[in-house]
């Protein structure tokens, strides 16, 4: 997939989610002077006609050839991309407030990687309105996130589904935690989201002033948080046992305490 994408710059990359067609998001783009030089996924393809191509390619009988294959790609982009990025949702809402079942929920947001520094939410309706949902704060009419004191008492709840039950190089997992401090009160939350092995998820959007990154690592899993690197391995972390599940697939609870 990343093979057919050109070349993806600091500052370039522009998502959305229910606010129109692609052509009506290049239009509003291009209406606004800070948007120039940022890019969606379509002008992205090397080849035009490849997309199209490669959909067709997809196993016969697959159901969602479109949905599925823009998720992929969508997930590649989000991991190429560095610097400020923009996306453009709803006016009825705001901070991370959004629907969970569209792809900037369950493949942008959740993979875009430690290289962006911010991520800023946009109005289709207003084009003065910015509002940092991620990192610092350098533009006008943007309040910055708050920053946790050091040293807090935070914990990590989550969930991980095994669903091929398999062992070892490329195995592939479920997750979905939430991250709470000392009173309970979730900070920030990942709805389920397939992940492969070795394969770091970093959560965003959260109250604390970095993201915490999880990373599954086949009977392990391990976490990265402020230069500080824990697992499933360590006494801070209570590690369920395999639960099985209808289908043949398997889950387990994990629970970790940290200072965030």
């Known amino acids: 997939m990343s093979a057919h994408l050109e070349s993806i710059g600091k500052d370039t990359c522009l998502f959305y989610a229910r606010v129109g067609s692609e052509d009506d998001i290049k239009k509003e783009r291009d209406n606004r002077d800070y948007l120039k030089g940022y890019k969606i996924l379509k002008e992205?393809?090397?080849d035009q006609a490849w997309p199209d191509q490669a959909k067709q390619d997809?196993?016969?009988?697959?159901?969602g050839k479109?949905?599925?294959f823009f998720e992929m790609a969508s997930r590649v982009f989000a991991r190429e991309c560095s610097g400020t990025v923009y996306v453009l949702l709803p006016s009825d809402?705001?901070?991370t407030d959004w629907v969970t079942t569209t792809v900037w929920h369950q493949q942008e947001w959740p993979n875009l990687p430690p290289v962006v520094t911010q991520v800023v939410r946009l109005k289709m309706d207003d084009a003065n309105h910015m509002e940092v949902i991620w990192g610092s704060s350098?533009?006008?009419n943007v309040a910055p996130m708050k920053a946790r004191a050091a040293n807090d008492k935070c914990a990590i709840s989550l969930n991980q589904w095994d669903n091929d039950r398999t062992d070892g190089p490329g195995d592939r997992f479920d997750v979905e935690f939430d991250v709470r401090n000392d009173k309970g009160v979730v900070l920030g939350h990942q709805a389920r989201v397939s992940v492969g092995d070795w394969n770091p998820l970093r959560l965003l959007g959260s109250s604390l002033p970095t993201g915490i990154?999880?990373?599954?690592?086949?009977?392990?899993v391990g976490f990265w948080y402020l230069g500080r690197y824990w697992s499933t391995n360590d006494s801070r972390c209570k590690l369920g046992d395999w639960v099985d599940?209808?289908?043949n697939a398997r889950h387990r609870e994990i629970n970790?305490?940290?200072d965030c």
């Open 138 to 140: 350098s533009k006008r």
């Open 44 to 46: 992205r393809w090397t």
């Open 58 to 63: 997809m196993p016969p009988g697959k159901p």
């Open 93 to 95: 809402s705001s901070g």
């Open 213 to 220: 990154i999880v990373i599954p690592n086949g009977d392990s």
């Open 66 to 68: 479109g949905r599925k």
């Open 245 to 247: 599940d209808a289908n």
């Open 256 to 258: 970790c305490d940290f």
